[in-house]
C-alpha cells in the first residue's frame, strides 16, 4: 500500500504529497501526521500540494483536520503550492480553510512558519541562557 | 389557368427582376455605400431565379412547405451578411417587401380584366412574401445578437488585465460590472499570474466597478478566499463612498479582508507587508556637505 512520507526538518515535519489523494489515503496521512507531530514534538507542519490537480469536499476536510488536530498539539499547519484550480474548486465547495495557513511555495512556507514560531523559540534559549 | 399564370411568372423572371432591382434603386433609402449595385442585383437574381423555381400551385399558399427550404437558406445568408454590414433592420426589409411590389406589378399587366382573380392571386402572394420577411427578420436579429455576443466576449477578454506593478505585487483593476462567468474569468487569470510571477500580494481595484451588490460581493470574497489560499494576500482598494455605504446597508461582512479606500493606499499597505517604504530623496543634503 501506498505510503506519503512525513520528513522531518528541524523542528518541523514536511509532507510532500505528489499523487493525487484518494480517501484511504488521506485518512492514513491524517493519522500518521498526527502520531508523527506528537512523537517529534514538531512545532509546524508543511503540506505542500503542488503537485496536486485534483481535490474534493472529503480532502478539504481531511487538510482543515490535520491543521485544527495540529493546532491543539501546538504546532501550526501551512499548505503551499495550492494550484488555481484547486483554490477554485475549494471555494465553491465553500471550504475556504480557515485556521490552515497558506504560503505560495515551500521556501516562503518555511519564512511563514519560522516567523510563526520565532518570538517564542527565542524566549525559551533567553530561559535557558539565563 | 392558375398555373398558366405560374409559368408565365417564370417566363418574366427577367422583368420581375428589373422592375424589382428598379424599385430598390428608385428608393430614396437605398446604401449605396454599405453595398454596390452590382452586388444588390447578384443578389437580387439569385433569389428571385430560387424562389420561382421552387414556386408551384400548391405551395403558393403554404409558406411553411419545404419547396422553400432553398428561399429560406439564401435569404438567412442575405441579411445575416447585412446585419454584418451594418444595414439597418428597415433597409433589409424594404429589401424584401420591394419584391412584392415587382410581382403584383406583373401580375397586374397578367390579368387586366379580371379583377377577382388579380385579387385573390395578390392575396397569396402577398402573404407569401409577408412570411419570407418576417422569417428575414428573425435571422437579421440572430445576425446581430451574434455580433453583440462577439463583442461582450471580447469585452470579457480585454477588460480583465493582471498588472505587475512591483515585485511580488500585482494589481487587477476591474471596470464594469462582476457577473459570475466574469469573476470566473478574473479569478482565474490573478490566481494564474500569482503561481506564474509568484507573489505574494494581489490588489483588486474596484473603483471601476459601478455597483456593488450582494452577488457582487459575494464573487469579491470567493475571489480574496480562493488568493488567500493559494497563499497570497488579497487587498481590496478602490472602495468610493456610495459602496461602502451600499455594503453596510446590505449587510454583508467585510471584516475579513483588507479593505483600502485607494490603489495608493494599498500600494503602501503592500509595501509595508514587504518591509519597504517609498522615500522622497532628502533635498538638504547640498546644503549639509
Redesign the interface.
Known sequence: MEKIPILRMGPFLLVTIQIDLYDRLALNLEADLVQMVNKTGARGVLIDISAVSIVDSFMGRIIGNIASMSKILDAETV??????A???T???LGL??KGVH????VE??MELLKSKIGPEEESDDDGDAD | MKSNLLKSLQKKKKQILELWIQNQLTDPNLREDLMSNTELRVQSDELVDVFLKNLNDTNLTEPDSPDFEPVFEILAGISISRARQGFSPRETGIFVFSLKEALLEILRQELPDDPLQLYNESMKISRLIDSFGINTFETFIKGREEVILRQTDEIAEISTPVIRVWDGILALPIIGTLDSSRTQVVMENLLQEIVETASGIAILDISGVPAVDSLVAQHLIKTVSATRLMGAECIISGIRPEIAQTVVHLGIDLSGIVTKATLASALKYAFSLQQMEVKRIRQERKYID
Not at chain 1, 79 to 84: A, D, F, K, L, N
Request: proline share 10%.
Open positions: 499548505v503551499v503550492g495550492m494550484q488555481p484547486v483554490a477554485i475549494l471555494i465553491e475556504p480553510l497558506t504560503a505560495l511555495n516562503k512556507g
